[in-house]
């Protein structure tokens, strides 16, 4: 507990002059614009929107730089404006089979139809600090805006059929084994109004609905640290990245003035499809389960450890027995989300000056009471030793 | 609606000094900035649930021959509601409708064809062919 201090306005005005000084840093190198942040520093913009929970790439950049590049400052920042916004609804549900794809790649099926395309990775990169390739070179930008030297060279003319098809829809991996019933079905859609951590408090048990929204906000760190446990042995549950797919997805809204839905532009989204190896249960034969991850932004990491997530926490769904931290829904949703946990241990930088001086005072007459105790029993041996002498 | 959602605000600018002096109108609703709560299907098919919120604007006008024009977007820029809900009902008035579309709705069509098809030959030149290895046998 904390009690209100007065005093120190002058110091805070001044840090807050320095916090301001500091941020914008040495005045020789010019300002950073917000479109810059928004262009290059695309996946920390990213990383801010879905964990804030909260799609706007500008104001993601603004609080970017606002917060000096630290994200979950950043994050703070963002859910704080949010609050002061209304909301108009919910949209209609994002069709990810008609996405169109920017990457997308499968662990299980190396000629999987619809193909797989790489996109912008860092995958097969040789992480040598210093190379950022060809585009890097504004000069080769500028002198071909556009299509990239590799679309035109001899051998590939077929390149433009294959435009057409990468942005043809391409039929989800997962249903590639299911005529075999080889791999679950994802549980049918129903017209139950799905939980909302926003409007209701998060309780136990959690639907998975609103565990899903709970892990899209997550903290990348800690999902990924859940995720990787799962992989050496704490709920171990045999994944392969069934599919990964980035791309841009319509977002429509059927506004009530209006009377039917509307298109409002795109957002870009990352979609994770892990399969995961089921040994079957009293109830369920042996098949494929899958865990699911859906974030805003390009974030493959994220969506891949959400995927994975989702998958031990079906633990109670699927009968397995719970004996590692991933599966526990309690402890993985209580604290997953960065701007709660963040509070609650940057707190404890505030004045705890009262709670503080009670310990002490406390600890004093501890200390008092067990010296003398202590005192009382070195008293009483004292003259028994005296006699055995 | 979907190609004014796209439209910048140098093409409403382009637009509008080759069409001249729009018509005059009074806002139903005034362009405001709210939230949008994002769904997401489990699986990608199946139950839905909230990804997270985005940030939308809106605008609801009637020029003054009465026909009413309503903007909804991503975003948060109010300026581009209140001209994509105006230029929205000028497309439904006969005098104007040909007029949008060959000064607004044609070129940005155009130009957000021609990203798509940029993006999708950077894509597609991205395709990958993978060849399973046999591992371990001495070649004979």
């Not at chain 1, 990491?301 to 027995?321: F, N, P, T, Y």
Request: net charge negative; with cysteine; aromatic share 6%.
């Amino acid at each position: 507990m904390y009690v209100a201090v007065k005093g120190g306005e002058k110091a805070i005005a001044a840090a807050h002059e320095q916090l301001s000084r500091a941020r914008r840093g040495d005045r020789a190198f010019a300002e950073l614009e917000l479109a810059q942040i928004r262009e290059q520093l695309a996946l920390a913009v990213a990383r801010v929107m879905s964990e804030a929970s909260l799609y706007d790439a500008e104001l993601a950049a603004l609080a970017i730089k606002q917060s000096r590049g630290d994200l979950i400052e950043a994050i703070f920042l963002a859910r704080a404006y949010r609050t002061t916004l209304p909301r108009f609804g919910e949209s209609l549900p994002i069709a990810t089979e008609r996405m169109t794809i920017k990457r997308r790649i499968s662990a299980c099926f190396k000629d999987m139809p619809g193909g797989q395309v790489l996109g912008p990775t860092f995958d097969y990169t040789h992480r040598l600090l210093g190379e950022m390739g060809k585009a890097a070179d504004e000069e080769n930008v500028a002198s071909k805006p556009g299509v990239p030297a590799s679309c035109k060279m001899p051998g590939v003319a077929h390149l433009e059929s294959l435009a057409s098809d990468a942005t043809a829809s391409c039929p989800r991996v997962a249903k590639l084994l299911g005529n075999e019933a080889l791999i679950e079905e994802p549980p049918s859609p129903s017209h139950a109004r799905p939980g909302d951590i926003t409007r209701e408090p998060l309780g136990f048990p959690a639907e998975r609905d609103v565990r899903l929204q709970s892990l899209a906000r997550g903290d990348e760190g800690f999902l990924l640290g859940l995720a990787y446990s799962t992989q050496r042995g704490f709920g171990r549950t045999h994944p392969f990245a069934g599919e990964i797919r980035f791309g841009n997805v319509e977002v429509e809204f059927e506004a009530p003035e209006l009377g039917f839905s509307v298109p409002l532009g795109e957002i870009e989204v990352t979609e994770c499809d892990m399969v995961n190896q089921f040994r079957g249960s009293a109830n369920a034969p042996p098949q494929f389960t899958r865990g699911y991850g859906l974030v805003f932004g390009q974030s493959e990491r994220k969506a891949m450890s959400m995927a994975l997530v989702d998958r031990a926490l079906r633990a109670r769904e699927l009968g397995e027995e719970i004996t590692a931290p991933a599966q526990d829904e309690e402890f993985v949703l209580s604290h997953s989300d960065n701007v709660q946990a963040t509070g609650f241990v940057e707190h404890l930088k505030l004045p705890h000056y009262v709670d503080f001086q009670a310990e002490l005072f406390l600890l004093r007459q501890l200390r008092r009471e067990w010296e003398e105790r202590h005192a009382a029993v070195t008293a009483t041996q004292q003259p028994s030793r005296e006699a055995a002498e | 609606m979907s190609i004014l959602v796209v439209a910048n605000a140098t093409e409403f600018a382009a637009a509008e000094a080759a069409l001249g002096p729009l018509p005059g109108f009074r806002h139903l609703r005034r362009p405001e900035t709210g939230l949008l709560m994002l769904r997401g299907r489990i699986g990608g098919e199946g139950t839905k649930f909230n990804i997270g919120e985005a940030t939308v604007t809106r605008c609801h006008i009637v020029t003054e021959s009465g026909t009413e024009g309503a903007a909804y977007h991503l975003g948060r820029d109010l300026g581009k509601a209140e001209k994509a809900a105006l230029f929205e009902a000028l497309t439904r008035e006969p005098a104007w409708r040909d007029k949008v579309e060959a000064a607004l709705l044609a070129p940005v069509k155009a130009r957000v064809d021609e990203e798509r098809r940029t993006k999708a030959s950077e894509t597609a030149a991205t395709r990958v062919e993978f060849f399973t290895m046999v591992r371990g046998e001495d070649p004979r």
